[in-house]
Structures are given as structure tokens and as C-alpha cells.
């Protein structure tokens, strides 16, 4: 039987009960523990332009659903309290948050569904409401106090840090490796940039490889715990260079005292997945969009 709950709106005075159902939410789903910042959370919950409720016992928040728009489509995310899932506190959330995409939002069509911890239960639901699988990737964890292969750089190749006058060899490695990638965004530099580039960044452990007449031919992006690309050129695959990037970049994460390190890689990708399982790396959470068929 559905668990009767009323929902009430959500604003930036309950992020402290958002962050503690998150937590307990990552501690049964695994995931990224950036997923739990107040930072992270207030873009969706609390955000300009956000419709958010909550359902609450006893001051506690129980589950938390929020609505808002993109460029594209109307997003929907949530959460529910792992002791209260199977109740149909879940499923209630999300029509609820359907009806008003359709009615308040006119979001007929172009309604998407996000989840940072997909799990079997979360899938059965989405596509039982009529959506699709349309984007995942696999979150990997390394343990940094394990010993790393030895992996060096092909011969001929030399590596280099990320600096003002790098980024372009940067860019160049990042769209020669991903072109071929489905859905490549194809950014300009200072899109990439932009996205690439933030409060975490770590411009020392990030390094483009080039080769001896200077022709980039890939690269390694990373932030504080977290390897964001790694990326080699197709005429370079299969040689050994992504491998001694990443190998890289991690030493350089463990000297400034990383103890574990994240990744994520889409599902549709399998070399890369394969590399990064044998450097080590176990898969702990699967990140997923889900659209309407």
C-alpha cells in the first residue's frame, strides 16, 4: 500500500535535511560524494527556476523531488529515504512531478528523468512511466593506497603540464581522441574550457602528450580526487599512451595525498572501461538520463 504523505515545497532553509537524505541515500547507492555538497544539491532543489517538494516525519525528510528546466527539456530528479523505498513513496513523487511538467511547465515530450545512483528499482519505475535509458555512465573508484603498474610513456612521447599556453594542444588532443565518440558536443576551446576548468581543477596533475615534432596526440584532464578525461588519439589507441597518462596523473593525485580517486565512463564504452578496470578501478554507481519514448 502507498505510504500517505503530503508534500511541501521545498526551499534553501531545508538544504540541511536535502544534505542528510542525500548522504543516506549515497550510503546505500554508492556514488560520488560531491553528489552531497550543498553546492551540488541547491542547483537542483533550491535553484533559480526550481520547483521542489519534500515529505517529511518528524522534521526528518523521508523522499524529495524537484522539476526544473534546461535549454531542452524539463528535468526531474529525486530522492527517497533508503528504509522507506518500496512503500510507493517513490512512484507518488514522480507522477506528481510529471503532471506538473505536463500542466505548469507544457512539457509534453521533452521531459527527462535523472538519477546520480541508478538503481534496478529506479530503472522498473522509470520506464513503467513510458521513459527510455537514453544516457549512463559507470562511476569507478580507486583505492590510491594499492601500488599502480608501471606504465611509461611510449617512446618519442613527452607529456606537459596545463598552462595558458597548452590549452590549445589541449583542445586539439581533446577533439582529435572524442570526435568519433556518439554524441560528441564538439566544443570550442573556451566552452571546453569552461566546462573543464573549475574550483577543483588541478592544472599541475593535468597533462597533454605530444609527440617529437609537438603534435598532440592525447591528454589527461583531473580535479581534487577525480580523473574528468582521459583521452588518446585513434592513431595512438592500442599503444599504451592512455594507459601512461592516467598512470601519470594518479601518481601525481596520490602525492597530493589523494586516498582514493573517481571516474566516470560511459556504458557504451567498453575499451575504456577495460583499461581503467585493470589500473584498478571498480565500478561503484551507474549515473543515468532517462527520456520519453
Known amino acids: 500500500m502507498a505510504q500517505r504523505t503530503d508534500w511541501t515545497p521545498l526551499s534553501q532553509r531545508d538544504m540541511p535535511e536535502i544534505v542528510d537524505l542525500a548522504k543516506r541515500c549515497l550510503g546505500s ?142 583542445h586539439q588532443a581533446y577533439r582529435a581522441s572524442f570526435a568519433d565518440r556518439p554524441g560528441f558536443p564538439d566544443w570550442t576551446r573556451d566552452q571546453w574550457v569552461d566546462w573543464t576548468v573549475g574550483d577543483t581543477f588541478l592544472p599541475q596533475c593535468s597533462l597533454v602528450a605530444r609527440t617529437a615534432n609537438g603534435a598532440p596526440i592525447g591528454f589527461v584532464t583531473c580535479e581534487e580526487g577525480f580523473l574528468i578525461q582521459v583521452g588518446a588519439v585513434p592513431q595512438w589507441r592500442r599503444r599504451g599512451l592512455a594507459r601512461a597518462l592516467a598512470t601519470t596523473a594518479l601518481n601525481h593525485l596520490r602525492g597530493y595525498g589523494d586516498t582514493e580517486v573517481f571516474l566516470d565512463v560511459n556504458v557504451n564504452n567498453p575499451a575504456s572501461t577495460a583499461l581503467f578496470q585493470s589500473l584498478g578501478f571498480t565500478p561503484i554507481a551507474r549515473r543515468a538520463r532517462f527520456e520519453q519514448c
Request: with cysteine; proline share 6%; glycine share 10%.
Open 29 to 170: 547507492d554508492g556514488g560520488l560524494q560531491a553528489t552531497t555538497n550543498p553546492s551540488f544539491l541547491e542547483r537542483r532543489y533550491t535553484g533559480t527556476g526550481v520547483t521542489a517538494v519534500g515529505a517529511f516525519t518528524d522534521r526528518r525528510l523521508l523522499a524529495c523531488g524537484a522539476l526544473r528546466t534546461s535549454p531542452d527539456a524539463c528535468v526531474v530528479t529525486g530522492l527517497v529515504d533508503p528504509a522507506h523505498r518500496g512503500r510507493g513513496l517513490g512512484a507518488r513523487l514522480l507522477d506528481d512531478l510529471l503532471d506538473l511538467a505536463a500542466e505548469t511547465y507544457s512539457c509534453s515530450g521533452r521531459v527527462q528523468l535523472e538519477t546520480e545512483s541508478l538503481t534496478p528499482q529506479a530503472s522498473a519505475l522509470f520506464r513503467s512511466r513510458g521513459f527510455r535509458q537514453a544516457f549512463a555512465e559507470d562511476i569507478h573508484r580507486r583505492d590510491m593506497t594499492a601500488p599502480l603498474p608501471p606504465s611509461p610513456l611510449p617512446a618519442t612521447v613527452h607529456a606537459e603540464q596545463w598552462t595558458d599556453a597548452t590549452q590549445g594542444a589541449f
